[in-house]
Structures are given as structure tokens and as C-alpha cells.
């Protein structure tokens, strides 16, 4: 296979589009926080940008594509060293662009659980150290083909499990860590400004559009399935969040329709490139109604996940990583595999749940060791002052609107 | 010379300005405030959970006006700012003991 410049084309495309989901993800947050908080959100967003690319340029796309280990890669690429090459029907480089943007955001993801109380220095060593030691290793499980899932034969189209069950697991061991926030549960903490979260699920949406299809790596039918895919899910996870909010609570909120739309989109993540015909439509309403549900689940615990990652990402990554194992289709794409309801039996199933299962476990321990070890040592959290005077304040001294 | 204070829902603030300015009244200070009376708050519901939100947002309405003025002042409000409903808000008067337009220096009466 020569270079494709269509194909190339649409994955530099795709890059840029993926970038700029972490923006998005950070008005996504921004706007559920009190407002003596956004700016410390949105920092914690816009810094991934900054530290992991870093990281991922340095070591991190070598740790994941390079060398032949099943579980870790090697330093052979590092520094990008030798990745001039071309990758399928795209330069090297272009993947390497693609694949650093979804090392960006991943690691993002657990600053929703994390919200108004986490020391900026120790949440700059905590992402760091994550990126190293799970995001590079389950990257190359699952899409290195060297990697242990990805020869199980475990499908993971743009990242249930490598991106959103693994970010989801992480937020958890971290909330475990570093408890919950001054006054949860006891005072009111309502979002400080939906519009700015409403903006930030549109810019998601869009970006998921790239996320998705930019996993097919090429500008073929693959990746215009991704895309339909990929909006259709987005589309009745708000319906299917809606119905359920509306059914338990009263009212149809336009949190609600923004939370269902990306319930939607993370479910869909695995399986946008494997899946054709209602099952996005299936995939999505069921995630967007579960999620809900899902909320209940920190309220069981008492766990201060503030801004319901692991309803929304764990939860989602777990459901679109299962029923990929229905749904899955070779009709829509024959790199891929049948799942129960197309004739494949319960291989891929099987298959998918070690994958999720696996993720789990290895992110969880690993996350919470390193959260552990941090707490030992600088300190994961901020005094009780610095709490209340706002992150905006006392990590950056700034403060987001001006009176 | 007496200081009205009138604690208002904010969606009235217009019709009380223009049943002011309609007897005469010449000037105002209107503060977006936060309270509570006989109303209570509300509640508010994201993700499911339920915040009460004990504070609910009001307008002031400060205005400084001769005696003579002061019954047709607080009526005009009371009628402008009635919805029926619970929090309508409240109108109290007090006494100002001194009053100086800076501009001019003029005092009391000739100030308002």
C-alpha cells in the first residue's frame, strides 16, 4: 500500500478535530463548576494539552507503537526518532499527530471527578505519571498490534476501553484518594454556567465527528459510517437521557440533553467503525438512559465524583464496549468481527468483557497507587482554605469574571 | 425628606420605573439583591439532584423624596410591583436627615 493523500488528508483533519475536543471538554466542565472554580477547571484541561504532548512526543508514541512487547513498547521511537515512515496509507507522522491528541484529552477526562480540589502542581505530576504508566500501556494493548487485546481479538474502534473505561476507573481510584469536596452534600453546588457547558458539548460533538472516524485512519466507508454512527448515537443518548430524566425528575433539562448527547458519543466510541443499520441508535438511547441511572451510583457510595465521570465515561465505556459484542458487523466493516446478534457467537463477547475487565483492574490499582503516592509526598489536595477561597484564587491567582 | 426602599421582583423593575417617573419622581438606585421572605427559595435539579436554593434573586429600589411626596411614591410601587403572588417583596420609608446634591451644593428639599 503506497500513501493515500485522501486518506491523509482526512486524518490530519481528524487530528485537529480531536484537539479540539479538550477545549470543548473544558467549557464542558467549566460551566458545571461554581465559579470560583473555572478557571482552575479549564487550566487543568488546557495544561493536558501542554504536559502530555510533551510526554507523548518524547516517549509516549514509542512506549505505545514501538517495539515488539505485548504489553509495553520500547524507547526505540523516542522523540519521534525513525517515525518518518508511512503507516497503512498514511504517513507515520500523521498517525503520530492523530494518536497524540486522544493521549491529550484521555487524561482530562478524570479532572470532572476531581473538581475544586486538587493542588495544581500535584495534578500536574498526577497526569504526567498516569500518561506514563497507564495511558502509554493500555494504548498498546489495545491498538498496538502487538498489543495483548488487540491480538485477543477485543475491538476497540476509537477508545471504550483504552480511553474512556480507563479514564473513568482512574477518576474513581482518585476521588478515593483524595476525598470529597468541602461542604458536598451539605451545601448547594449547582453548575455556575450551563451555557458555557452547553458550547463545550457542541464543540465535544463536533470533535467526536474526527475522534471516530478519524479511527478508520482512512477517507473511506468505514470512517462515513463512523461518522453517521457517531451523530445517531449522540442523538438518542439525549433522547434516551431526556425520557429517563423526565420520567424520575420532572423536567427534560438542557443539562440533561448535553450529559445524554456524550453518554451517547462515549458509548459509541468502540464501536463506530464495526457497527451499521439501528445499532447506533440502539447503542446510544441505551447509554444515554443507563448513564442516568448511573447517577445514583456515587450517591450509594457517597463519593464526591462531582461531575459524574464515572455515570458518564465508565459507565458509557463499559455499556458501547459490551454491546459491541452484539452488535458487531462484518457487513460493515470485515477488518472487524460478528458480534452474538450477527452470527458470531459469544467469542467477541467474551472477548470485549477480558478487555473492559482487564482495563479495569490494571487502571484502577495503578491509578491509585500513583494517587497514593503523591498524596504521601506533596499532597494531592489543597488546604481547607485554598478550598473555599476557589482554585481560580489560590492555584492561579486570577479570577475568571471581573465584578 | 424620606429614603423608599422597595425590594421588587426583578420582571417589575420597568413597570415600577415608569409609575415613577410618571408622578414626578426624578431619580433611583436599583441593586440586584438576593433574600428571602415569606416566599422561601426554590429548588433547582441537576443530574438528578436537587439543590435548594434558599436565596432567589430580587431588585432594590432606592429613591430619595420630599414628605409631601412620600404616600403617592409608595403606592405607585405597591400598585406597579403587585403580581398577586407570593414575593411581591416589601416597601419601607425612613427618615433622611441630611441631603446634598454634589454638583451644586444645593441642600434638602431643593436636592431631591
Known amino acids: 500500500m503506497g500513501l493515500d493523500t485522501g486518506d491523509t488528508a482526512w486524518v490530519l483533519i481528524s487530528a485537529a478535530l480531536v484537539l479540539f475536543m479538550t477545549p470543548g471538554l473544558a467549557l464542558f466542565y467549566g460551566g458545571m463548576v461554581r465559579s470560583k472554580h473555572v478557571l482552575g477547571m479549564l487550566m487543568q484541561n488546557i495544561f493536558a494539552m501542554g504536559i502530555i504532548s510533551v510526554l507523548w512526543s518524547a516517549v509516549g508514541y514509542s512506549l505505545a507503537f514501538g517495539g515488539s512487547g505485548r504489553f509495553i513498547g520500547d524507547f526505540s521511537l523516542a522523540f519521534l526518532n525513525g517515525a518518518d515512515g508511512i503507516t497503512g496509507t498514511i504517513p507515520t507522522m500523521a498517525f503520530v499527530a492523530f494518536q497524540m491528541m486522544f493521549a491529550v484529552i484521555t487524561p482530562a477526562l478524570i479532572t470532572g471527578a476531581t473538581a475544586d480540589r486538587l493542588k495544581f502542581a500535584s495534578y500536574a505530576v498526577l497526569i504526567a505519571a498516569w500518561a506514563l504508566l497507564v495511558y502509554f500501556p493500555v494504548a498498546r494493548w489495545v491498538w498496538n498490534s502487538n498489543g495483548w487485546i488487540f491480538q485477543m481479538g477485543a475491538l476497540d474502534f476509537a477508545g471504550g476501553a483504552a480511553i474512556h473505561i480507563n479514564a473513568g476507573i482512574a477518576a474513581l481510584a482518585v476521588v478515593l484518594v483524595i476525598g470529597n469536596r468541602i461542604g458536598h452534600g451539605s451545601e448547594p453546588m449547582p453548575p455556575h454556567n450551563l451555557p458555557t457547558t452547553i458550547l463545550g458539548t457542541g464543540i465535544l460533538w463536533f470533535g467526536w465527528m474526527g475522534f471516530n472516524a478519524g479511527s478508520a485512519l482512512a477517507a473511506n466507508g468505514v470512517a462515513a459510517q463512523a461518522v453517521v454512527n457517531t451523530h445517531l448515537a449522540a442523538a438518542a443518548g439525549m433522547l434516551g437521557w431526556l425520557i429517563a430524566e423526565r420520567k424520575q425528575a420532572g423536567h427534560a433539562t438542557t443539562l440533561g440533553a448535553a450529559s445524554g448527547a456524550v453518554a451517547g458519543l462515549v458509548a459509541i466510541t468502540p464501536c463506530a467503525g464495526f457497527v451499521g443499520g439501528a445499532s447506533p441508535l440502539i447503542i446510544g438511547a441505551v447509554a444515554g438512559a443507563l448513564c442516568y441511572l448511573a447517577l445514583g451510583i456515587k450517591a450509594r457510595l457517597k463519593l464526591d465524583d462531582s461531575l459524574d465521570v464515572i455515570a458518564v465515561h465508565l459507565v458509557g465505556g463499559i455499556i458501547g464496549t459490551v454491546l459491541l459484542g452484539l452488535f458487531a458487523d462484518t457487513g460493515v466493516n470485515d477488518g472487524g468481527a460478528d458480534g452474538l446478534f450477527y452470527g458470531g457467537g459469544v467469542e467477541l463477547l467474551v472477548d470485549q468483557v477480558i478487555a473492559a475487565v482487564s482495563v479495569l483492574i490494571y487502571s484502577f490499582v495503578v491509578t491509585y497507587v500513583i494517587a497514593k503516592v503523591i498524596d504521601r509526598t506533596m499532597g494531592l489536595r489543597v488546604d481547607s482554605n485554598d478550598e473555599r477561597a476557589g482554585l481560580d484564587q489560590s492555584q492561579h491567582s486570577e479570577s475568571a469574571y471581573q465584578a | ?112
Not at chain 2, 426624578?26 to 438576593?34: A, L, Q, S
Not at chain 2, 435548594?52 to 431588585?59: E, L, S, T
Not at chain 2, 400598585?79 to 420609608?93: F, L, N, Q, R, T
Open chain 2, 1 to 112: 425628606m424620606k429614603l423608599i426602599t422597595a425590594i421588587i421582583k426583578p420582571f417589575k423593575l420597568d413597570d415600577v420605573k415608569d409609575a415613577l417617573k410618571a408622578i414626578g419622581v426624578t431619580g433611583m438606585t436599583v441593586t440586584e439583591v438576593r433574600g428571602f421572605g415569606r416566599q422561601g427559595g426554590h429548588t433547582e435539579t441537576y443530574r438528578g439532584a436537587e439543590y435548594k436554593i434558599d436565596f432567589v434573586p430580587k431588585v432594590s429600589v432606592e429613591t430619595v423624596v420630599s414628605d409631601a411626596q412620600v404616600d403617592a411614591v409608595v403606592d405607585a410601587i405597591a400598585s406597579a410591583a403587585h403580581s398577586e403572588k407570593i414575593g411581591d417583596g416589601k416597601i419601607w420609608v425612613v427618615d433622611v436627615e441630611r441631603l446634598i446634591r454634589i454638583r451644586t451644593g444645593e441642600e434638602g428639599d431643593h436636592a431631591v
